[in-house]
């Protein structure tokens, strides 16, 4: 009798931490879930501090105005004029071999097996 009175007890207690960690869990995921302005994530801090909507609209417009400011700046990289070669034009000759030509199959077969054979 008294060790099913453990087994229970330990059971209930199992039971109990599930509950525990469940309800931690749950508020854990409300407390962080909140309402962000759309299409801006970035505007909340992570360190715990969010800014109203209010803020979060002026940030996101003055952030705005700081990219067009350095798109106005920055001109596109010019495009190079076209070149007066067609392309279907073949490329250039490659220049002459200067190197001398590999042995032949033979020659390699011949000393491959006398080394193999000493």
């Not at 931690?24 to 759309?38: E, L, Y």
């Not at 003055?62 to 004029?81: C, F, W």
């Amino acid at each position: 009798m008294t060790m099913d009175m453990y087994i229970v007890l330990i059971g209930m207690a199992i039971v109990c931490l599930g509950l525990f960690i469940l309800i931690r869990a749950f508020c854990v995921v409300i407390k962080s879930s909140h309402v962000a302005v759309p299409g801006h994530f970035l505007l909340h801090p992570r360190t715990g501090t969010r800014y109203t909507h209010h803020q979060a609209i002026a940030v996101q417009r003055r952030l705005d105005r700081i990219r067009r400011a350095t798109a106005e700046e920055h001109s596109p990289v010019p495009v190079p004029p076209p070149s007066d070669t067609s392309p279907q034009s073949q490329p250039a000759t490659p220049p002459p071999w200067q190197m001398e030509p590999p042995p032949s199959y033979e020659t390699v077969m011949k000393t491959t097996t006398a080394v193999n054979q000493l």
